[in-house]
């Protein structure tokens, strides 16, 4: 079991680029999560996926970002017209069921120049 | 507002040392979970402990739960170098989906 898969773990965007991260939760957990970490703001939720069907994008930023969940084995997060403001880690996770234990990945570190 | 929040916000102690972060909740809540993240890698869950529950132990981490108070503790013995992380702790609101991780206490352990 390799746990949660993210890739890239780093990524550097200039202003204005758009950028995709990609998320490979663990095999047959049928959650997963979207997170923000930052210094100032902590750990935020962006988003929640349940067997695939979105279920929560409320702590989505309204029109750049965007999330996506095409099969059970990868969900995608895209962020359009990126900004500054918008570099922080971001982390997917998956638990097996709602509620429960949830597995983190190691994360991506966006840098927007 | 927070639903969860640690205290103190860091730590320093000496390998060896015993060591408590508490956390304050503001919610009902059907269990509480305690995270450790270390540097460059995503949270883990040390231990998931219920509403019914006082008390429970994972190893050299103890974690406790007082619902009357909405507060929980997470000691950790003889502590280790390697215990030198971010801990946060975690709720979610009863029957709720959504974890709401508070913004964490640093622990620095040093030989």
């Known amino acids: 079991n390799a746990g949660v898969i993210q890739t890239p773990r780093h990524k550097v965007t200039g202003k204005g680029q758009e950028a995709t991260l990609w998320c490979e939760p663990i095999s047959g957990h049928s959650a997963v999560f979207w997170y923000r970490q930052t210094i100032v703001q902590g750990l935020e939720f962006l988003t929640y996926?349940?067997?695939?069907?979105?279920?929560?994008d409320s702590g989505m930023p309204k029109e750049r970002f965007s999330a996506q969940m095409p099969n059970q084995s990868h969900s995608t997060l895209k962020i359009q017209s990126t900004q500054p403001q918008d570099s922080a880690v971001y982390l997917c996770a998956s638990s097996l069921v709602v509620g429960g234990e949830q597995y983190f990945g190691p994360g991506t570190r966006l840098t927007v120049l | 507002s927070q639903l969860a929040e640690e205290n103190p916000w860091a730590l320093s102690v000496h390998e060896g040392e015993s060591v408590t972060v508490n956390c304050s909740y503001k919610t009902s809540i059907t269990a509480l979970q305690w995270y450790r993240q270390k540097s460059g890698e995503g949270p883990a869950q040390l231990i998931l402990?219920?509403?019914?529950?006082r008390e429970k132990r994972n190893g050299r981490l103890r974690a406790t739960l007082d619902t009357s108070s909405q507060s929980s503790s997470l000691s950790i013995t003889a502590t280790r170098c390697e215990d030198t992380a971010v801990y946060f702790c975690a709720t979610a609101r009863t029957g709720g989906y959504k974890v709401v991780f508070g913004s964490g206490t640093r622990l620095l352990v040093s030989p």
């Open positions: 402990i219920r509403s019914n529950e």
């Open positions: 996926f349940r067997n695939q069907a979105p279920i929560d």
